[in-house]
């Protein structure tokens, strides 16, 4: 069974960063990519970054050139880089990863809730 436990979550003024980790159970690096999610209070969960096996990565524009996602393979650990916060980026942030059909691969973990003070 595939594990995901999320952390580095915390309260942080605006402008100011945090680092999320990701550690991974199972073979969840030999899919297809890593991917970082949040879901705000009242609101749909929406991708954030993802972090392809081959090495490519996309963000989302709200965080793009903000947020900088990376991984250690041999940890099995995903990284999220996390500049510039802004009180919209407040919310609990999830890790998971693609299959080669975009599908899902593990079920959702606890996540790190991150709150940005204005």
């Known amino acids: 069974q595939v594990q995901l436990v999320e952390s580095g979550g915390g309260l942080v003024q605006a402008g100011g960063s945090l680092r999320l980790s990701c550690a991974a159970s199972g073979s969840i690096f030999s899919a297809k990519a890593m991917v970082w999610y949040r879901q705000a209070p009242g609101k749909q969960r929406e991708l954030v970054a993802a972090?392809?096996?081959?090495?490519?990565?996309h963000y989302a524009e709200s965080v793009k050139g903000r947020f900088t996602g990376s991984r250690d393979n041999a940890k099995n650990t995903v990284y999220l880089q996390m500049n510039s916060l802004k009180p919209e980026d407040t919310a609990v942030y999830y890790c998971?990863?693609?299959?080669?059909?975009?599908?899902?691969?593990?079920?959702w973990g606890q996540g790190t809730q991150v709150t940005v003070s204005s």
């Open positions: 972090l392809s096996s081959s090495g490519s990565t």
């Open positions: 998971n990863a693609w299959s080669e059909y975009g599908t899902l691969v593990a079920s």
